[in-house]
Each structure stands twice: as C-alpha cells, then as structure tokens.
C-alpha cells in the first residue's frame, strides 16, 4: 500500500502532464465482453509481458553489444581457464554475433518478465480498433478517468510511432531500455496508443479503482443478452456512475453513439 505522501505525488505528476497536454484525462479499453465480464468482476486490468504483444517488434530494440568481459565469463562458465585463455575466447565470442545475441535473450528475458505493461488508446471512437480490439464490434470499449486512479495509471505513457527501431548500445541500455516499451512503427499510429507500464511487477491482473471507471460503450453487433449482462455485472460489483453508450453505423465511415439507460 502507498503512503498518502507518495500518493499526493503521483496525483500532481499526472495533473502536471495533462496540463502540458502530455498525458490525456480519459483513456479507452477496447475488449471482448468475455473480457469485461472478468474485468468487472476482479475490478482488475490485464498487465501483460511484450513477448505476448501481437506486433514481434514491440518492446525490441537493436543493441550493440559491449557487454563486460565478467558477464561473458559467467554465462559461457569460462572461470577454470586462465588469463590468457580467457582473452581468447572472449575476444572469439566478442566476433560471434549469435554468441552475443544468446546472453542478450537471456538478459533480457529475465528483465521482460519484470515487466508487465496494459495497453490503453487515446480514442474510443476508431473504426479499425473497434474491429481489431473488441472482437469484431461485438465487443466494448471502456473509458476511464486517469486522475480517479493515480495509482494505477502512475507510469502512463503515450507511445511514439517511428519509421526506425529503437537502437542503443548495452553498456548504456539504463538509458534507454524504457523507450523501447514505448516506441512502435509508424504502421500502428492508428492505434493512438498509450500505456501503462510497471516495473518490477509480474504480468497478469493488476485492481483498478472502481471510480476511474466512467464509461462502457457497446460495439454495433453486441448483443442484447451481453448488453444486459454488463449491466447486470455494474450492479452486482457495485459501480457506480458508469454511463453507458451504444455505437451504431453513421453515413462516411463515421460511427453515431446512444446513451443508454441501466
């Protein structure tokens, strides 16, 4: 549990970067409504892992690597060989890429795992994320207000799309590892992307306060039964003041809202 001292910071971080217009106030959730279902039954998001991700680029970087000879003796066991025999194959390793490549997989594996990021958009309304997000419009899109929860959106970050991978080189990786989780190529810019990314922290459900929550829209083909579920599901797990919308088809590739009543 934070300290009330820690918490106050974290508010006025994130009230600071919605001033400068770095962060948004609101955030949306596309989903499945198998997804929602769990989600306001655990008041709990889903924090995964970059190796999960659907985009293999995502959360990697090109590394040149100068790794300390140290790191090279203890992954490849070299202790019993002596100076001179050390050099050697040190130097020989040094030359063979697939050799570095084996103790930055290995390295970085470790620290992937300690991980675990929730991807957000900074959009509710995009055609293609209702289609690719929230299983073919059937699903839901939820909105959330940052500042109702600055605990749990503490480490919000937009992501930077760019036409060139993140490169560095190991020795300075402390530098730079954090941009990697945040930069993606130019080809997913639609996505509008925004991320909440914790460190030291395993993958998998993370709570969110129930009060940051303040929107569910339902995609054009949700059904009625899954529409009466949800809001069956705001009732039981006590939320409150979640206003509900429906999206529908409009003219131009546009998509029309209706707010609905509990």
């Known amino acids: 549990m934070e300290t009330p001292v820690i918490l106050e910071k974290r508010r006025q971080a994130i009230v600071h970067d919605i ?3 770095v962060i ?3 955030v949306y959730k596309y989903m499945s409504c198998h997804s929602i279902f769990r989600v306001l039954e655990n008041d709990s998001i889903k924090f995964s892992n970059s190796a999960d991700f659907n985009d293999p680029f995502d959360g990697k970087a090109y590394i040149e690597y100068d790794f300390p000879d140290d790191w090279i003796i203890d992954y490849f066991g070299l202790h019993n060989l002596s100076d001179s025999q050390k050099e050697i194959v040190i130097n020989k390793k040094r030359l063979d890429s697939d050799e570095m490549q084996k103790i930055s997989h290995s390295l970085y594996s470790r620290f992937d795992r300690s991980i675990a990021i929730s991807c957000f958009s900074k ?3 995009s055609v293609p994320m209702w289609a690719h997000y929230s299983d073919n419009n059937r699903g839901v899109c939820l909105k959330f207000d940052i500042t109702k929860d600055v605990n749990f959106f503490y480490g919000i970050c937009p992501v930077d799309y760019q036409e060139k991978s993140v490169s560095y080189r190991f020795s300075v990786a402390e530098d730079h590892i954090r941009k990697q989780y945040i930069t993606k190529g130019k080809c997913w810019e639609y996505e509008q992307e925004i991320r909440v990314i914790k460190s030291a922290t395993q993958a998998g459900l ?5 009060a940051s929550l303040i929107e569910i829209a339902f995609g054009c083909c949700c059904t009625k039964e899954n529409k009466l579920k949800v809001r069956q599901y705001l009732k039981q797990y ?3 003041d979640v206003k509900l919308k429906s999206v529908a088809i409009a003219k131009d590739y546009q998509l029309n809202w209706t707010e609905l009543k509990y």
């Open 19 to 21: 001033a400068k217009e």
């Open 206 to 210: 993370i709570k969110f306060n129930k």
């Open 24 to 26: 948004p106030r609101y």
């Open 123 to 125: 959009t509710g309304d």
């Open 238 to 240: 006590k939320y409150e």
